[in-house]
């Protein structure tokens, strides 16, 4: 099922469209890998172990390569072995299809 979300590309939203809910949100959260949370029907968020910061430091970069190019940025915590994503869609104060896209695509790394 991520496939789907991994092959799309983000697309630019409109300031006060309505953030996802109900069996939508159920929907795209359900096609995400293991480990990816909504937290308050707000954000999503997921930490990534690794075994040293130079490691953390690299999927960091990529992460952040992706969200270049899609033109869509999450906010990343990264620490000695771990990285922590929170992604939302800032324009509508919420979750948008364009938020599940870009967490199957970090997973994918």
């Known amino acids: 099922m991520t496939e789907n979300l991994n092959q799309k590309k983000c697309k630019p939203c409109e300031t006060g ?3 996802l809910a109900g069996s939508e949100l159920e ?5 995400l890998p293991d480990g990816w949370q909504v937290v308050d029907r707000h954000h999503l ?6 075994d040293d910061f130079r490691q953390a430091l ?3 970069n990529r992460v952040g390569e992706i969200a270049e190019e899609e033109g869509h940025h ?4 990264l620490t000695w072995g771990k990285v922590e994503i929170s992604i ?3 324009k509508v104060n919420g979750l948008t299809e364009n938020d599940f896209i870009l967490a199957a695509k970090a997973d994918q790394l």
Do not use: M, R, V
């Open 27 to 31: 929907n795209l959260i359900n096609q």
């Open 45 to 50: 968020k997921k930490e990534f172990g690794f």
């Open 58 to 60: 690299d999927f960091t």
């Open 74 to 77: 999450p906010t990343i915590c």
């Open 17 to 19: 469209a309505a953030p």
């Open 88 to 90: 939302w869609t800032h």
